[in-house]
């Protein structure tokens, strides 16, 4: 291969912020051999080229691009130029750079980022001046997402711990969350008065997430269970199954119809308190924020095979605005159906049981279609 002529590479940026950074999307042109992380040296990634190494960055404030020899050693930039195109995802206008040699070895551009952080964009890179030092040019074409900012980082990590570990209250419910480092990780908690339990107890507090307890409801909590009214799981009176059982969440006790119960409200905590959170602001069953119906999973029609279920009367209105079946795309009742799943914890509507199995095994994927459809599937209670 002639030297002089131009390497084309793919080149997927990461930045590695305090907090987590954002997903990228990758180019599906022929990757190139890329390094462990631990070897970046600027917190960007490495990849093999031919003959060089190139370590790229992406941050808010512009793009830089560090070249290696074979040793290891950073190209000098001196002489070297280069120029990269930005477009950003749904825009075709391209913006050009030029890139220069910066003070720390980077050919840098300058480019303030910050109004579009978040956003999917596709960068071109191209060096001039490499073949005069017995090296051929680079061309890179990478496609990237713009870096969150800090405030950005911020409030996605306190959605990702949704809870206080102390209180057991939703983050963001009380006042604004109150950052805690705790052994070179940041956790939040809801106020500052669970600051001080936090360092004096680290171990205990260390993972993030509020510890969870069950135990039977007493005679003390008579007036919590008469505030709460319902489980919030399966949407029933408290004492129509028995004895309420009382799972505390941090400090936030919710109350149960029964220990079938128990297990949903372990898998995802924050749920369940946001639903009795909202119940004690205004009185509402719904899950807060949203007008979503309900079905019962006991309203059923014969099984026909394991959880594909006839419907009944009750389902009409749900068949009637969900139309299609989400696997085939074929009327609910072109195949002998309507039939109706569960779906994490929502009723789906197929033509026929063969469909079942799609649904099963993809859940989320043809909740999703719905959704595209403008489809809310019910929840099942």
Known sequence: ???????????????????????????????????????????GVVRKLEDLTAESLLHLGGI??????TAGELVPTKGLRGVVQLSVAGNAKRYRYDMFPGADGSLSATVDLSKITGRQVELQFQTIGLTGNGKADVSFREVSIVPADEDQQLAAAIARQKLCPVSGKLLGSMSPSVRVELKGQDLFVCCAGCVNEVKANPLKYSSGRPQITV??????????????????????????MGQPIKVQVGKQPIFLCCKGCIKKVQADPAKYVAIVANVKRNGSKSDPGTAQESISKAVTGAEVRPGVFRTTPADAKYVAAQKR?????????????PYRVEADDKAIYICCPGCAKKIFAAPKTYLGILAKQGVEAPLLR
Do not use: W
């Open 64 to 69: 830089k691009l560090f070249l290696y020899d």
């Open 325 to 337: 079946c989400p696997v085939m795309d074929e009327p609910l009742d072109a195949m002998g159906g």
């Open 1 to 43: 291969m002639n030297r002089n002529h131009q390497i084309t590479a793919i080149l997927a940026i990461v930045v590695l912020p305090s907090l987590a950074a954002p997903a990228l999307a990758q180019s599906d042109q022929t990757p190139s051999t890329t390094v462990s992380a631990n070897e970046s040296l600027h917190g």
């Open 215 to 240: 135990t039977s409801a007493t005679k003390a909590d008579a007036a919590l269970i008469k505030q709460q009214g319902n489980c919030p799981v399966m949407d029933e009176p408290l004492g129509s």
